[in-house]
C-alpha cells in the first residue's frame, strides 16, 4: 500500500516537472516570431503609421 502511494506521488511529481520544463521550452521557441514587417503591410506597421485606427 505504501509502495503504491509511493510510485503514485513520484510519478505525479515527474509528470509535473516534465510539464514545466516542456512550457519552459515551448514559452522560448515563440519568442523570436513577435514583431511585425512592413511588407506586405502587417497590422502593426500600419499602427505606427497612424493610418490603423483600431490599434
Do not use: E, Q, W
Not at 36 to 53: E, V, W
Amino acid at each position: 500500500m505504501k509502495i503504491t502511494l509511493l510510485l503514485s506521488m513520484l510519478s505525479l511529481a515527474m509528470l509535473v516537472l516534465i510539464s514545466i520544463i516542456s512550457f519552459a521550452r515551448a514559452n522560448t521557441l515563440l519568442n523570436p516570431m513577435h514583431g511585425y514587417i512592413d511588407f506586405p503591410t502587417s497590422r502593426a506597421y500600419l499602427c505606427s503609421l497612424g493610418k490603423n485606427g483600431l490599434c
